[in-house]
């Protein structure tokens, strides 16, 4: 599984209230990437990291912004929650230089109220 | 822009039946596929990846193909089990060097004991 947590696993929280989740690896990966999952459209890119400090966006990044101030650490924060923004969010992680095959991790489930 | 496709959305087979499930994708400059499979309230499980070199994997009972010129990838799950019974999603890099992954939506699939 590639040694990834996600931290919590499940939350509830109101809108407009900022929203930290955390994503943790142990095996030294440069890229991890974070992924909403909602019903009818799958798996969609949010932010990812090349890097430490280095971050870029995916298709759906209005409303999320991510820090990654160690290799072991993403961080995905929602500035001010939506109920857009309830969904299952799940990290992952790019593994290898030739392959680039993705492990994720468990997933955290977010409703917004 | 790099589309992926699953069809059917969802399958439902008898135990012990051969099948075959489908991935489409729109532009042929891909790094690699990936197949994955997600259980009901899970994350997702690496099952097969395809470089694009390649033209197809296998593993037990799963076998992956890759046409690049045609834009698609079958996953060949042979003896179906009731255990099988789970979303499939296949995924595709690019060779753009932006190491983004773009996601099918999945096929449900249910194999019925």
């Known amino acids: 599984d590639a040694g990834i947590t996600q931290s919590p696993r499940h939350k509830v929280t109101e809108t407009g209230t900022p929203v930290t989740l955390r994503c943790h690896q142990t095996?030294?990966?440069?890229?991890m990437y974070w992924y909403r999952q909602d019903p009818g459209h799958g798996l969609r890119l949010i932010h990812y990291?090349?890097?430490?400090?280095?971050?870029d966006k995916g298709e759906v990044s209005d409303g999320y912004s991510v820090s990654r101030s160690k290799t072991e650490d993403f961080l995905l924060t929602l500035e001010s929650a939506t109920s857009s923004q309830t969904s299952v969010y799940f990290c992952?992680?790019?593994?290898?230089?030739?392959?680039?095959?993705?492990?994720f991790g468990p997933g955290t489930r977010l409703t917004v109220t | 822009k790099q589309e992926v496709t699953q069809i059917p959305a969802a399958l439902s087979v008898p135990e012990g039946e051969n099948l075959v499930l489908n991935c489409s994708f729109t532009?042929?400059?891909?790094?690699?596929l990936q197949w994955f499979r997600q259980d009901p309230g899970k994350g997702l499980t690496s099952l097969l990846l395809?470089?694009?070199?390649?033209r197809e994997q296998t593993s037990g009972r799963l076998n992956a193909s890759l046409d690049k010129s045609s834009g698609r990838s079958t996953l060949y799950i042979a003896a179906s089990q009731p255990g099988d019974s789970a979303t499939y999603l296949c995924?595709?890099?690019?060779?753009?060097?932006?190491?983004?992954?773009?996601f099918g939506t999945g096929t449900r699939l249910k194999v019925l004991a």
């Open positions: 992952a992680i790019k593994s290898g230089e030739v392959s680039y095959e993705q492990y």
């Open positions: 095996e030294n990966h440069r890229y």
């Open positions: 990291s090349y890097g430490v400090k280095d971050t």
């Open positions: 532009d042929s400059a891909i790094y690699n």
């Open positions: 395809i470089q694009s070199s390649q």
């Open positions: 995924a595709v890099i690019g060779t753009s060097g932006t190491y983004k992954y773009i």
